[in-house]
């Protein structure tokens, strides 16, 4: 099985809808990560969390919001969703912030 | 201007040739990494380096911290080596963790 998890593997909703992104992660590691990956723009990061205490917006967190729910779960949540908001959307995690294990991706379409 | 910069976005080569892969960026670091992100979307990390040189089967990277450059070298180059190749540094200051991504170096290696 995965060490990263991520639910759902593809989505696609319309504008205004909310929608929650599931990552989960067996590798017992205290930091997680949100990212998004655009064509020709990268991946970027949306939030990060040392512990289920500890949550940290990133470069690009506006129009979404995070739940840490136990050290192995972190959701991201579009409130609103709208069309600059498709993109494929990674969940990672570390250790210590330096060697990063990525999951599978979620690629989101937002019509 | 990006902090990350990689060079070249685009490469096509045949078979058996030696590739090579640059990336620099502008911030104090205190790792580099090197991710593969192959067609399905699954980010994999090759290296990460704080220093120096590190080789792994056909694949070497390497480091220069005075010029704030890296490379990324495939001998024998193969079309299973097919994949979108990604720069990534975390900063050695205050601010976010985690990590700063170049916009990825597309190669096509063909038989």
């Known amino acids: 099985d995965a060490d990263v998890t991520q639910t759902p593997r593809n989505r696609i909703t319309k504008t205004g809808k909310r929608i929650m992104l599931e990552c989960s992660q067996t590798?017992?590691?205290?930091?997680m990560y949100w990212y998004r990956q655009d064509p020709g723009l990268g991946l970027r990061l949306i939030y990060y969390s040392f512990d289920v205490k500890d949550i940290n917006k990133g470069e690009i967190s506006d129009g979404y919001s995070v739940s840490r729910q136990a050290q192995a779960k972190f959701s991201l949540s579009l409130e609103s969703a709208i069309p600059n908001q498709t993109a494929l959307y990674f969940c990672?995690?570390?250790?210590?912030?330096?060697?990063?294990?990525f999951g599978p991706g979620t690629r989101l379409t937002v019509t | 201007k990006n902090e990350v910069e990689q060079s070249p976005q685009n490469l096509t080569a045949q078979e058996g040739e030696f590739i090579t892969i640059n990336c620099s960026y502008s911030v104090g670091i205190s790792a580099l990494h090197w991710l593969q992100q192959h067609p399905g979307g699954g980010i994999v990390s090759l290296f990460m380096l704080s220093s120096g040189k590190k080789k792994h089967g056909r694949l070497i990277a390497t480091i220069n911290i005075q010029e704030k450059h890296s490379s990324l070298h495939i001998t024998a180059s193969h079309p299973r080596d097919s994949a979108v190749y990604i720069c990534a540094v975390r900063g050695s200051g205050g601010g976010a963790d985690g990590l700063t991504f170049g916009k990825g170096t597309h190669l096509i290696i063909q038989p």
């Open positions: 990672a995690t570390s250790e210590d912030g330096y060697e990063q294990y």
């Open positions: 590798k017992g590691h205290d930091r």
